[in-house]
Nanobody, 124 residues
């Protein structure tokens, strides 16, 4: 009944930009924490950015801070990941996730719901 669906992925040139969307259904959007993650082949999953949907508080990981931005649209029940000045190492499968906890979402160790993921490719 709970569904998270990523969209907006694809291929982009180095230095380009891409915006991902995560649509949430089956749970209230202002439920708790939402986050963006990515995993490249042969590497562990990496947390990118998080948002507390009730308060609007956001956190961006140091590895992508200054290039990536997380935002939300409560009317559309959607979370966004804006990616700018993309690099080849940004190529990965990107996932969105949700969990009912609130507060500082970057400290959350477990995420209850996950999307199926969407591929992002960055050409050199």
């Amino acid at each position: 009944q709970v569904h998270l669906s990523e969209s907006g992925g694809g291929s982009v040139e180095t230095g380009g930009f891409l915006k991902l969307s995560c649509e949430v259904s089956g749970i209230p959007f202002s439920w708790g924490c939402m986050g963006w993650f990515r995993q490249a082949p042969g590497k562990e999953r990496e947390g990118l950015g998080y948002i507390s949907t009730g308060s609007g508080y956001t956190f961006i990981a140091d590895s992508v801070k200054g290039r990536f931005t997380v935002s939300q649209d409560n009317k559309k029940n959607v979370m966004y990941l804006q990616m700018n000045r993309m690099k080849p190492e940004d190529g990965a499968m990107y996932y969105c996730a949700a969990d009912p906890v609130g507060g500082e979402c970057e400290r959350l160790s477990h995420w209850k719901y996950w999307g199926q993921g969407i591929q992002v490719t960055v050409s050199s």
